[in-house]
């Protein structure tokens, strides 16, 4: 019994023995590496190196921050400054003289003889002139805009002379076609810009139209003609509802020497034409020129806001000129803007703009009958100088050729 006992005691301590041995296999590791000794942190770090291109290591010792000197702010750091260059300013123009632009421009004005001028000589000198031949007569000089009214009296006048005439040859023709278009756009009529006032000056010139018929361009164009002529201007840029209407009004005045008014973008017309006359006054100038918007959304607000324009610049003198500037080219359509206008303001002449390579130059007939005031000026080109003084025998002379 002894000797089992002893046998069980031996077992169990052997494997005890064994099973220690186990445990502690397992939880033996191998320990990790001791951490690297800390970097010498005075040591400047080594340069990067990339493949062969890289730069030499400096030899010298870098500076800490406590031996390197920084600004103090006592003394600001000298910048300097380049020189700017002042652009000099552009020389004044000298425009061309207004006495015989007209004739001069002749080339452009007769590019619209073919179908007026041409035209018709070539229908009268037919060899029989019977009805047929009279209505396309008619149709020419509808098609150019002359009017129904001024056409009916002009082939009435035509047929009747023609056939007390007898013989038609081309100088006799075309001498009879000049003196009834003559007639027509009259000859009697004042066509001078008033710009000079009886009282005082300066003379007042208000400029109105439709956007879009070169108005504003018309306004500076004006403006070289008075200059041409030893006149002083001051521009009054009252269309403030167009943003790069008065840029453009100012550039054209700063080409001539012209002092040019302006107000605030959407501010009040009234006012900027108010203060043009004042600072016109005060300068000593001979004409203020005034352009005004043209919008024809409405017309009871179109009536409103010139109505109110010359209301407040006839505080200071009353108006010398009205000028209504119309597009040639619109025909017709032109005639119904012309009528808008004259119902808001007093219409003392109009401007006749792109008239140059048109066949509608019977409107100056139309708009001349249907508004009872001269045309004064027109315009022949793109080119600042022209605009031109309108001038019945020059005008129908292109016309009509030589």
Partial sequence: METIILAV????????????LIVGSRRRKPLPPPPPSPPDITAPPAEPRVGEEAETPREEPRRTIEEVDLPDGSAPVAVEELPVEELPAPPIEVPEPTAGRLVRLRARLSRSQNALGKGLLTLLSREHLDEDTWEEVEDTLLTADVGVQPTQEL?????ERVRVLGTRTPVELRGLLREELLTLIGTDMDRTVKTEPVTSKPGIVMVVGVNGTGKTTTT?????VLVADGRSVVLGAADTFRAAAADQLQTWGERVGAHTVRGPEAGDPASVAFDAVKEGKEMGADVVLIDTAGRLHTKTGLMDELGKVKRVVEKHAPLDEVLLVLDATTGQNGLIQARVFAEVVDITGIVLTKLDGTAKGGIVVAVQRELGVPVKLVGLGEGPDDLAPFEPEAFVDALVGD
Avoid: Q, W
């Fill in 9 to 20: 005691v031996i077992a169990v301590v052997v494997l005890g023995a064994l099973g220690g």
């Fill in 155 to 159: 082939v009435e006048r035509l047929r």
């Fill in 220 to 224: 500076g164009k004006l403006a070289r």
